[in-house]
């Protein structure tokens, strides 16, 4: 047999920066600033769906905007410092739709006559709804417990789970991209263009800046060319849906958008509690823990570090529970999870330093006190955001499927294990998703609401499902006589703190802080 050409790697061998390298500080600073305008998408899209559902005016949108931002940044901060340490983005989690859309429609809510009022109402339940569901994250993190469970993953498991997290994000690419052809097309080509085949022409010295900005770029470049659209007449008398998709001044952000305006906590007014809503939260949570933990597994791989052991997951899903603890204190409308779009970004500008998302949290902050400032950028036409998730979300599920090269791919058993959790993780959400319907809830439909949305949610998580299948069967299927092929020989010393000398250099805690809280 030939020499193979391309041995298994732990790491990736050609980023420019890993986890505790940095840029110089002018690209640590436009990296990070580039984070910001990624993370934007999510950000003003989430509010953009839930609050004229609830009740609320464009000005009321800008405020949610404004308080996601800013919880987004302090949560970003304490993952990078305390949390896994890892180099990613935490924001608002899309999981949280389907119980958030349950407690909108719920009926003492619903008989509210002032839509004001019923936004300020349905906020409130659920600012309590989190706040309750969250202890859940808190418990099973800082109890070590989710550490335990993850000693179930092997490389064979990962492998499918974390493609999904990329590929079961397929909705938010093509088919939203093509809601605006005109401005979506030219921008995927525009990034594949300069981040592949012009990555290597730097007009300015040694920094490749068509790889390493192309956000900053393509964005500028497309969003003037959306203007220009918008301001020549290009879509009069085009159909309401046409307009709203391509139309640069369809936000109406900027003009409701307060110039200055602090979020702090219980600005809604009081939360509160019902147990209905918080049970159905709390699939909600599991759910982004899961999506968290796969993506955390991405990120270290593009920051080339070791996979997490089970302490720092634990201890990242503990501080993800505070960070969807401050989601209901403040009111942001909704919970918290790792933005897949942005530990992509770590693979396509080959820079997964740490110092660069420390420093996009800062941005957040900031700028989420100048609602004039974020609403300009938040009025980016959704398409722009939809290019650059086909290659982000592309990229996170190849490497995901990166992890198959520690295992047997000649073996039956692992090839049943791929295709089925690839296949059903894909296949199950979308036949939950056709049926699911804002009033209905979904296929799931008993005289239970929270029961209702409490599996609709577990079963249109394709990570969710993906894991539940890849797991179960590699830990079922001929265990013993396939540790070789499942990959354990390499996975198994990243399982504890101490099982590889690099776990030290990449998850230590700042300021000393490992002596008074020593990792096991």
Request: overall charge positive.
């Amino acid at each position: 047999m030939a020499e193979i050409s391309h041995p298994p790697m732990e790491q990736l061998q050609d980023l420019e920066y890993c986890i505790d390298s940095n840029p110089p500080w002018p690209e640590t600073v436009l990296l990070a600033f580039q984070n910001y305008i990624l993370m934007l998408g999510s950000s003003a899209f989430i509010p953009a769906l839930l609050v004229p559902a609830m009740g609320g005016s464009n000005g009321d949108k800008a405020r949610v905007m404004q308080t996601l931002l800013f919880v987004a940044g302090i949560k970003t901060l304490l993952q990078a410092l305390f949390g896994t340490r890892l180099p990613a983005i935490v924001g608002g989690s899309f999981a949280y739709v389907v119980p958030i859309a349950y407690i909108i429609n719920d009926s003492s809510l619903q008989k509210i006559s002032n839509d004001h009022e019923r936004f300020i109402h349905t906020m409130r339940a659920i600012q309590g709804a989190l706040i309750v569901a969250s202890s859940v994250q808190i418990i099973l993190g800082y109890s070590q417990v989710w550490g335990l469970f993850s000693r179930f993953f092997s490389p064979l498991g990962m492998a499918p789970v974390v493609g999904l997290v990329g590929l079961g994000m397929f909705q938010r690419g093509f088919p939203q991209l093509g809601n605006c052809i005109e401005i979506g097309l030219p921008m995927l080509l525009l990034v594949i263009g300069l981040t592949q085949y012009l990555k290597h022409v730097r007009p300015f010295k040694d920094v490749p800046i068509f790889e390493r900005f192309p956000i900053l770029m393509c964005v500028t470049i497309v969003w003037i060319y959306a203007i220009i659209l918008t301001a020549s007449g290009a879509y009069k008398g085009k159909p309401t849906l046409t307009q709203d998709h391509c139309r640069t001044d369809r936000a109406n952000l900027i003009s409701t958008a307060p110039w200055f305006k602090f979020p702090y906590p219980l600005q809604w007014g009081p939360p509160t509690f019902s147990v209905g809503h918080s049970f159905a939260m709390m699939a909600a949570v599991l759910v982004s823990m899961i999506e968290s933990t796969v993506a955390y597994m991405a990120a270290s791989r593009l920051a080339i570090a070791t996979p997490p052991p089970a302490y720092v997951l634990s201890r990242g899903i503990g501080w993800q529970g505070i960070g969807v603890l401050l989601d209901g204190l403040f009111g942001t409308g909704t919970g918290s999870t790792v933005l897949v779009e942005n530990v992509g970004l770590l693979g396509l500008t080959r820079v997964g330093s740490r110092r660069v998302v420390q420093v996009s949290a800062g941005f957040m902050i900031f700028f989420s006190t100048l609602g004039k400032f974020g609403a300009v950028f938040a009025s980016i036409p959704v398409p722009i955001y939809a290019a650059l998730y086909c290659v982000l979300f592309g990229l996170v599920a190849a490497v995901g499927l990166s992890f198959l090269q520690f295992t047997n791919m000649n073996s039956m058993r692992n090839l049943t294990i791929i295709g089925l959790s690839l296949f059903l993780g894909i296949s199950i959400p979308q036949f939950f998703v056709n049926y699911w319907d804002a009033r209905h809830y979904g296929l799931v439909h008993t005289n239970a609401g929270w029961f209702n949305a409490f599996l609709n949610t577990i079963f249109m998580s394709p990570v969710t499902v993906g894991l539940i299948i890849a797991v179960f069967m590699d830990n079922t299927m001929e265990v013993e006589r396939s540790v070789k092929d499942r990959g354990m020989p390499w996975w198994v010393k990243f399982r504890t703190f101490r099982g590889d000398n690099r776990n030290e250099e990449f998850y230590n805690l700042p300021f000393n802080l490992n002596r008074f809280f020593p990792p096991t």
